[in-house]
T-cell receptor, first 113, second 109 residues
């Protein structure tokens, strides 16, 4: 069974630009969560989607948004990029919306210059 | 979300030694999870714990869900060089998932 895939793996953007990251969950998994990981803040929860609906949202500004499609694939978008948005963005999928046994993708390394 | 209290922050051990790390929280959790993360990769699930008091093993790894539901520990026995990495605990409540800051493990051959 294929794992969680994320594209692209690496991305370099400049301040003010916007970016869209993609996540394909494990087949059959309907819940997708997004996290931001930085050396200083560790893993921080961004949002969770289940059945195309956002169930929970972390404490991030409105520049961070996401969506989920009917095939459970998810995208997250960051608009008006800031230097502090440089991070590893991780997507995790689980069977249901209860977070149990989340499986992570390899992440997208975003660098904002 | 708010991080859990994970300790130690880092460990330097000799190959063959046993390792122990733990996580504590002021909140009660329904599930405790332990992950390992290699550089440049996403965390990989090692062990999942679902019941207070539960003790679960996965090869040389053993983890326990604390009786109070506010803590968990992970033990690694007879460490080997490939155990190097960052280990994270995660606690799942009713509507949130929180992570520890990680324990960076270095194993000297």
């Amino acid at each position: 069974k294929a794992g969680v895939t994320q594209t692209p793996r690496y991305l370099i953007k400049t301040r003010g630009q916007q970016v869209t990251l993609s996540c394909s969950p494990i087949s059959g998994h309907r819940s997708v969560s997004w996290y931001q990981q930085t050396p200083g803040q560790g893993l921080q929860f961004l949002f969770e989607y289940f059945s195309e609906t956002q169930r929970n949202k972390g404490n991030f500004p409105g520049r961070f948004s996401g969506r989920q499609f009917s095939n459970s694939r998810s995208e997250m978008n960051v608009s008006t990029l800031e230097l502090g948005d440089s991070a590893l963005y991780l997507c995790a999928s689980s069977l249901t919306a209860s977070y149990n046994e989340q499986f992570f993708g390899p992440g997208t390394r975003l660098t904002v210059l | 979300g708010q991080q859990l209290n994970q300790s130690p922050q880092s460990m330097f051990i000799q190959e063959g030694e046993d390792v122990s790390m733990n996580c504590t929280s002021s909140s009660i959790f329904n599930t405790w999870l332990w992950y390992k993360q290699d550089p440049g990769e996403g965390p990989v699930l090692l062990i999942a714990l679902y019941k207070a008091g539960e003790l679960t093993s996965n090869g040389r790894l053993t983890a326990q869900f604390g009786i109070t539901r506010k803590d968990s520990f992970l033990n690694i026995s007879a460490s080997i060089p490939s155990d190097v990495g960052i280990y994270f605990c995660a606690g799942q409540g009713n509507n949130d998932m929180r992570f520890g800051a990680g324990t960076r493990l270095t194993v000297k051959p």
